[in-house]
């Protein structure tokens, strides 16, 4: 270009994009060693049961933070493909004899299609009409599970789940769970940190500008419900072997909204959030059993006062208080 | 730069569009040699940005035909006539407004990426070589629309008049043949036009096409080859600014109402 003023280089760019929720180098390591740390702390069975439930609700609001906070689509249907990744691996093993990881793999493609379908179905609806079809995709995979009783044995269950072998020990099982949760969001971090990020954005932000830069929003709404949908199934897939038990209660649609609690108060649309308010919604409920009956209440307060006063959610809050923290050093 | 006898950029026959009860486009027909600036002037409602519209396919036409270098628009939906090389702005500014300077351009090479599958999740050269490729190319448009300072505001936050000029260039990113522009004055004050009729001035001098919507008639008569004027949706006339002047349906409906 011959009218650019005097040589222009990249370098005068602000350096590499520094993302909100992208944890460093330190963050990471210091987040590894907890995560390898705690089931040695925590001894007894229903602590190593808290620390796997937690995991897996990691993966959960990490797939679900892709559609809802990158790729800004309301989906209420969480819980529909956590479920089909479970039933579809569990299935498979029980009838047809497939091994725990390929049926782990096709529970996992199983759920990442059918969330690519239904992206292509409801691609006209946004918004509001959006979260209202896929919490009917939600109610209607609920009903199949219930009432397809030749398959899936309906509200009695599937019973006499064990884990894959060699994690039979609830420690070594929550390591592959974890394992699973710090893939799948290196996965997302590498992905997010590509084009596709800006892509996803573009998409969130305004679909006719997106679409007059070349963008094909219907293929992307695929994209972004299909991987999504994906890592809810890789959660469902890992979650029988734990529970020993299937039964349909465990994927009721209002379940969805769980999940989407955790995206929204550890920080929608970045990567940390959803692992904050995965583990602190995991924990609040717990932790407050010392209260009794009132523990819901207190816990729905809690959830409103952080929407509330916390816009930004857990992570939010974290990345004002650490500039404040700064601010105050260099002054 | 390209004689009279080429091959038109883009040529339309025909062209209707209704919205309900209103022939917002009716029977348009022209055509757009290459390397040349059409300016579309009009009254209000008289159909051009409908026209552009047409043009960029935010809306189908209901009849009519549409080339664009040998290439058949009207069935395209609009990202694909995006990756024919037809980019626009938008009279109502539509920026990623909560992105960054910088990431609202970077958004605009989506078609250019050439990144290996697999490196989309394991970063390896092919992808840091495209990396510091775009954003060596988004400095440069940065640079030629005088944004390269604020690359890391949110475009949100930008002055009006930089959000125009943001426009153009994440425009400019998916290095088009034809630039569509609704009405890029719109708004601006003195100082902000003159910035964008220089930087117009530049694409033309580079061969760009562009089909230009304007109401500011200084910009039109400096910058455009041809004036396609409209009115109730079809053409009361084209050709040259300067015979534009002296067209008597031209004054009676347009210039001489706006005069009187």
Known sequence: MSDVPSPVAAASLPAAECRPGWPGRAGAAATLGIVAILPLVLRDSYGRGLLIAGALNVIQALGLDLILGFAGQLDLGAAAFYGIGAYVSTLLVMLAGVGFWPALALGTLAAGVMGGVLALLTVRLRGHYLAIASLGFAVITYQVLLNWISLTQGPLGLYGITPPAGFTDPVRLFYLIAACAVLVFAALRALLASPVGATLAALREDEISAASLGIDCRRWKAFAFAVGSAVAGLAGGLYPGFAGTLVPDAFAPADSFGVLAMVIVGGIGTLRGPVLGAVVLTLAPELLRGIGDARMIVYGLALTLVVLFMPGGLDGAWRMAAARLRRNQAG | ?260
């Not at chain 2, 080339?67 to 539509?94: D, V, Y």
């Open chain 2, 1 to 260: 730069m390209t004689g009279p006898g080429a091959a038109p950029l883009l040529t339309a026959e025909d062209l209707h569009k209704r919205f309900g009860g209103v022939q917002a486009v009716g029977g348009l027909s022209f055509t757009l040699p290459p390397a040349t600036v059409l300016a579309v002037i009009g009254p209000n409602g008289a159909g051009k940005s409908t026209l552009l519209n047409l043009l960029s396919g935010v809306h189908r036409a209901d009849a009519g035909r549409l080339s664009f270098a040998g290439t058949e628009l009207a069935a395209l939906p609009a990202h694909r006539r995006a990756r024919l090389g037809l980019a626009r702005t938008f009279q109502k500014i539509r920026l990623f407004r909560h992105l960054s300077v910088l990431e609202n351009v970077l958004a605009g090479f989506y078609t250019q990426h050439r990144i290996p599958t697999w490196q989309y999740l394991l970063h390896g050269p092919a992808f840091h070589a495209d990396r510091r490729r775009c954003r060596q190319a988004a400095a440069e448009l940065l640079a030629f629309v005088g944004l390269l300072a604020r690359a890391a505001t949110p475009a949100g936050a930008l002055a009006y008049g930089e959000q125009r000029l943001l426009e153009i260039a994440r425009a400019l990113a998916t290095q088009p043949r034809l630039l569509l522009l609704d009405e890029p004055a719109a708004g601006l004050n003195g100082a902000e036009t003159e910035a964008l009729r220089v930087r117009l001035t530049a694409l033309r001098g580079r061969g760009l096409a562009m089909i230009l919507v304007e109401h500011d008639m200084d910009l039109v008569t400096r910058i455009a080859d041809q004036v396609l004027v409209m009115h109730y949706g079809q053409k009361l006339f084209a050709g040259t600014p300067a015979a534009m002047r002296e067209d008597a349906g031209v004054i009676a409906a347009y210039l001489g109402g706006e005069l009187a």
